[in-house]
T-cell receptor, first 114, second 112 residues
C-alpha cells in the first residue's frame, strides 16, 4: 500500500512568486492534514480536510495560503505570493474515518524562498 | 489539548533500553498519550499511543502512571537508526480527525 506522497520534495523560489505543493493521501483516507515546520520552530498544524470540506483551518497563517481538495482525493497548498518567512518544510498527513487517531505523514515538501 | 514537558535531549548506548519520559500533568480524562518520532528530514512517524493501560507494540512500550500525569516511552533495544526527535503528544482520539500539537520533543542520540 502506497503511503502519503508529496510533491515536490524541494522547491526553491524567489520572494513574490507562487508555489503549489501537492499531497496524495493514502487511498481511502477521508481526513487530510497540512502541517509545517518553519526554521527553528515546532511543527505546527495548518488545516484539516474531511473529504473535500475544510474541517478546521485555524492554523493557516494568512490569506496568502490557499488549500484545496477538489473531489476529496489529493490536496494542493498554494502560497501566493511567497515571503521569506514561508520557508520551511510542509508536511501532509492522512487518516481513515474510523482510525485509532494515528496520522500517516508524508516525507514533506521543503520550500525555500529567496 | 494538554501541554507536555520532555527533556531536550538524551543519549543511549546501542543495544540498551532507551527510556524517554514525558510529563502531562494537565491531561484530561479522555485524552490519549501519543508518541511520534521524526528521523532527520523525514516526516513524523507514529510509534504508539495509550489511554491509561500500558501498551506494547513491535516498536516500543508505553508506560503510563496510574494518575496519568506522566508516561515513559521505552525502546527496548535501541539501535543507531532510532536516533531521532521523539514527541510526546496529548490529544483526543477521534475516528475522524486528530489535530496534533507538537512540542519541542526529545532529541535521542543512540551511540555505539
Amino acid at each position: 500500500e502506497a503511503g502519503v506522497t508529496q510533491f515536490p520534495s524541494h522547491s526553491v523560489i524567489e520572494k513574490g512568486q507562487t508555489v503549489t505543493l501537492r499531497c496524495d493521501p493514502i487511498s481511502g483516507h477521508d481526513n487530510l492534514y497540512w502541517y509545517r515546520r518553519v526554521m527553528g520552530k515546532e511543527i505546527k498544524f495548518l488545516l484539516h480536510f474531511v473529504k473535500e470540506s475544510k474541517q478546521d483551518e485555524s492554523g493557516m497563517p494568512n490569506n496568502r495560503f490557499l488549500a484545496e481538495r477538489t473531489g476529496g482525493t489529493y490536496s494542493t497548498l498554494k502560497v501566493q505570493p511567497a515571503e521569506l518567512e514561508d520557508s520551511g518544510v510542509y508536511f501532509c498527513a492522512s487518516t481513515p474515518t474510523l482510525g485509532n487517531g494515528e496520522l500517516f505523514f508524508g516525507e514533506g515538501s521543503r520550500l525555500t524562498v529567496l | 489539548d494538554a501541554k507536555t514537558t520532555q527533556p531536550t535531549s538524551m543519549d543511549c548506548a546501542e543495544g540498551r533500553a532507551a527510556n524517554l519520559p514525558c510529563n502531562h500533568s494537565t491531561i484530561s480524562g479522555n485524552e490519549y498519550v501519543y508518541w511520534y518520532r521524526q528521523i532527520h528530514s523525514q516526516g513524523p512517524q507514529y510509534i504508539i499511543h495509550g489511554l491509561k493501560n500500558n501498551e506494547t507494540n513491535e516498536m516500543a512500550s508505553l508506560i503510563i502512571t496510574e494518575d496519568r500525569k506522566s508516561s515513559t516511552l521505552i525502546l527496548p533495544h535501541a539501535t543507531l537508526r532510532d536516533t531521532a526527535v521523539y514527541y510526546c503528544i496529548v490529544s483526543y482520539q477521534t475516528g475522524g480527525g486528530n489535530k496534533l500539537t507538537f512540542g519541542t520533543g526529545t532529541q535521542l542520540k543512540v551511540e555505539l
